[in-house]
């Protein structure tokens, strides 16, 4: 009973083997998962996307630079404000009455009460 087994077994290997001798290769053509139009899309798409990414970029960089210069002018500003003030408080300092008085004595002029005239507008 093995022998039957055994020649059945073989019987079956040499079919098989003959079986793929016999079959002819099947040539695998390679379906594409794209058209040429999808891809070309695909392409488009993504090279537009690119660019958006790109402009998006250069924009926030030059909104950067004009707030940076917005920072730097307003610190001028600020700084030509402080100067100014400055400025103010030295002429509200020299143009009091005592100081002109004593420049005036010291080129000479004499203060008198009755050569003082009032002026009114």
């Known amino acids: 009973m093995s022998n039957l087994a055994r020649k059945m077994q073989e019987e079956q290997q040499l079919q098989q083997q003959t079986q793929q001798i016999q079959a002819p ?56 404000t402080k100067v100014n003030g400055d400025l103010e408080m030295q002429v509200s300092e020299l143009s009091t009455y005592e100081r002109i008085k004593a420049k005036a004595e010291e080129m000479g002029l004499k203060f008198s009460g009755n050569n003082v005239k009032v002026v009114e507008d």
Request: aromatic letters at 8%.
């Open 25 to 80: 290769k099947k040539i695998k053509s390679r379906k594409s998962w794209l058209s040429p139009g999808e891809k070309i899309l695909g392409l488009a798409f993504t090279g537009i996307v690119c660019f958006g990414a790109v402009q998006m970029v250069s924009n926030q960089a030059a909104i950067y630079e004009v707030n940076k210069e917005i920072q730097q002018t307003e610190r001028a500003i600020q700084n030509q």
